[in-house]
């Protein structure tokens, strides 16, 4: 008999493919009758091929604590990780239009070799 239960799914991708991260917590009585129960959480996070699931099992005060520890550590290495990668984009894109201008730049002086070379060889 389910006495708690929390769902949530996201999907990852604004249009398409299948990366999703979801949890669940529930919690439930062996049975109606019961004196006791026991509490089931986890974390998933999916992309197309991938998926990995973080089992929480709060079963006293002890490993509830260690289950919010994980939680916080985890939010901490996200959120560091999104502003190294805004960081890193930062730098990224100058460089690719560099390479870009660059990349014109030598496609344009080999289409006028080529064109110099086809006229000198139409003379």
Known sequence: MKIVDAYRREWLNEDTGLATVQYEV??????????????????????????????????????????????????????????KLIAANEKYQPLVTQMKIEQEKKDKERAEKAKKKQEKGQK
Not at 39 to 53: G, P, V
Not at 55 to 63: A, L, N, T, V
């Open 26 to 83: 529930e919690i439930m009585k062996y049975n109606q009758n019961s004196d006791s129960a026991y509490m089931h959480a986890y974390l998933s996070i999916s992309d197309c091929t991938r998926q990995i699931q973080l089992e929480f099992g709060p079963d006293d005060d002890d490993s509830m604590e260690n289950s919010l520890k994980k939680l916080a550590l985890l939010r901490s290495v996200i959120t560091e990780f999104e502003e």
